[in-house]
């Protein structure tokens, strides 16, 4: 089994920056592909950005290019996403994924694995 614990959350104005971390425990061996999602209140969740698990390859959501990055630290089994200049949209609480597939697809959809969330909140 893998656990995913989400960090990095919290109340930010507008135009401010945050960096979320994941720390993975456990069978991280089996770990490939992970990914950042994100649900704010009352919507369905939606894919943020993936990233291979050697970091070579990132896949982001159209509407999340150019604010959001990923990256990963497979030494520290963590992963990041760094958010600059955010907005009251962003609001949501944040999810990482794992993914168990060898394909390492930094996909949109498909994981195995996903942690309990971390709250962010953009104030206007």
């Known amino acids: 089994q893998v656990r995913l614990v989400e960090s990095g959350g919290g109340l930010v104005q507008a135009g401010g920056s945050l960096r979320l971390s994941c720390a993975a425990s456990g069978r991280t061996v089996s770990i490939y592909a992970m990914g950042w999602f994100r649900q704010a209140l009352g919507k369905e969740r939606e894919f943020v950005a993936a990233?291979?698990?050697?970091?070579?390859?990132?896949n982001y959501a159209d509407s999340m290019k150019g604010r959001f990055t990923i990256s990963r630290d497979n030494a520290k089994n963590e992963i990041y996403l760094q958010i600059n200049s955010l907005k009251p949209e962003d609001t949501a609480v944040y999810y990482c994924?794992?993914?168990?597939?060898?394909?390492?697809?930094?996909?949109?959809?498909?994981?195995?694995?996903r942690g309990q969330g971390t709250q962010v909140t953009v104030s206007s």
């Open positions: 990233i291979s698990k050697s970091g070579g390859r990132t």
């Open positions: 994924a794992a993914s168990s597939s060898i394909l390492d697809v930094p996909m949109a959809s498909g994981y195995d694995y």
